[in-house]
């Protein structure tokens, strides 16, 4: 099947410039003395924030800039249709933004921030699903009109580019082993279906029919990344979930290596000590590490699902590397992200500006192509990877999984993904207080519970 049209806007190359007055007011800040952000705004999507660099008057922003990206809004063809009939009946759809100077946030329930005025640009996403479109590149004045020598400059870049994903969406919950349609529209076709169950402690790797023979070597390297060693207290551990392809052979896999274990003295599992999942991918007929997630519960007010998600190269723990490192609600549920170049919430919080290597391995036992988008076996972990969204506790969680057409190459990439949206939603049980029971799905008789 043919992938899902998406729209990645952009909006980034922030700075501002602001001229000093020959006879400053003392009350005044001038932004060159004081920090400066600007909040972004696209009609009903989640309000973002982004720091502004100043840079001096008499300077001129370098042609030769490096993009940043300071917000990303991902805008499907329902999201840009509904977009398109409200401005048919309404003003025309833009890009709102609000530019302040002083911190960002706000003190003794008053904005800190003072604003410095505001910046509208219009746009039209018509056709952007299959062709990139820039709105604005440049300078544009903000604040008061009156004097347009006088007025501070606002230097921005909004763009739209066609972003192609995948979409899969679980027929129920991953604890309850369901099917996995790839959805295009209103087109819902079967691709993989998956598998949970609990893990004895001494087996350390979840085998399957296609996965029969394990050397003894891969039991060394998967103790270096997690631990099933029995601790004392409350604890959930074992979880594993398999993802096959409707042939029946194993493509991917999530298992948990680090039990989730409530804090001595508490009810939940700290950022301290999280619990772990390996996401593994089969060839040479044996599981091999791709990529680990870590999970716990968020003290304070948030009371929220930490996570982070590391690749991992080469099968070396050492040489891991964060893609992925931020919060969802554990009642209302949420998006986990995957954006190695973006700065919205909700995304990534410590991507890294570098281009990661990452490979479709060629041991695996398929290669089967299914897909066929992007130079197998090597590719880019750059821009959109993927995202799915996950319900909270106590509800009723059938995630939806997106995954970019780059970032897809072979069956087992797209299961590798499946396989670690089920990990995020099953961390959300995982990390609940041990004072509630959870369902008799995930009910481990080796789990203690006291």
């Not at 042609?63 to 249709?81: E, G, V």
């Not at 290596?257 to 619990?275: E, I, K, L, Y």
């Not at 299961?415 to 799905?441: G, H, P, T």
């Amino acid at each position: 099947m043919d992938p899902c049209p998406f729209v990645r806007l952009t909006v980034g190359n922030l700075s501002l410039k602001v001229p000093v007055a020959s006879k400053p007011a003392r009350s005044v800040v001038h932004p060159s003395w004081s920090p400066c952000f600007c909040k972004i705004k696209l009609n009903n999507f989640p309000l973002q924030t982004a720091v502004v660099p100043y840079i001096p008057s008499e300077n001129h922003f370098p042609d030769n800039q490096p993009p940043s990206i300071a917000a990303t809004f991902h805008l499907s063809k329902a999201d840009i249709d509904k977009l398109a009939a409200k401005s048919i009946f309404s003003a025309k759809l833009s890009l709102k933004i609000a530019v302040y100077t002083g911190r960002s946030g706000a003190t003794c329930g008053v904005n800190s921030g003072r604003l410095l005025g505001r910046v509208s640009v219009p746009l039209d996403l018509t056709g952007t699903d299959s062709r990139a479109c820039v709105f604005h590149n440049g300078w544009i004045s903000v604040g008061k009109e009156g004097n347009k020598n006088s007025s501070a400059r606002f230097h921005l870049n909004v763009k739209a580019e066609p972003d192609r994903r995948f979409v899969f969406q679980f027929d129920g919950e991953p604890e309850c082993s369901p099917q996995v349609f790839q959805i295009r529209g209103n087109i819902r076709q079967p691709v993989f279906t998956c598998k949970f169950s609990f893990r004895n402690t001494g087996d350390r790797n979840q085998r399957s029919r296609r996965l029969q023979s394990e050397p003894s070597s891969s039991r060394s390297w998967l103790s270096s990344f997690g631990s099933d060693r029995e601790r004392p207290g409350k604890e959930r551990k074992g979880w594993s979930i398999t993802v096959h392809d409707l042939s029946g052979s194993p493509v991917a896999a999530a298992s948990m290596v680090t039990p989730f274990v409530a804090s001595p003295g508490s009810d939940r599992v700290s950022r301290s000590n999280p619990g772990s999942w390996l996401i593994l991918r089969p060839g040479d007929g044996t599981w091999k590490p791709w990529g680990r997630l870590e999970a716990w519960r968020e003290r304070g007010s948030s009371d929220g699902l930490g996570y982070r998600f590391e690749l991992i190269p080469d099968m070396s723990a050492s040489a891991a590397i964060v893609l992925a490192e931020s919060t969802l609600s554990s009642k209302k549920g949420g998006k986990f992200v995957i954006d190695l170049g973006s700065n919205s919430g909700g995304g990534a919080s410590n991507w890294r500006n570098k281009p990661v290597n990452a490979t479709s391995p060629a041991c695996s036992p398929r290669s089967s192509g299914d897909y066929g988008y992007g130079p197998w076996p090597f590719c880019l972990y750059r821009g959109f990877v993927m995202s799915a969204r996950v319900e909270g506790e106590g509800k009723c969680s059938k995630p939806c999984v997106e995954v970019s057409v780059q970032h897809v190459n072979c069956t087992e990439d797209a299961a590798a993904y499946v396989a670690l949206a089920a990990a995020v939603d099953l961390s959300i049980d995982a990390c609940r207080l041990f004072s509630q029971r959870l369902r008799k799905e995930l009910s481990n008789p080796h789990d203690i519970v006291v």
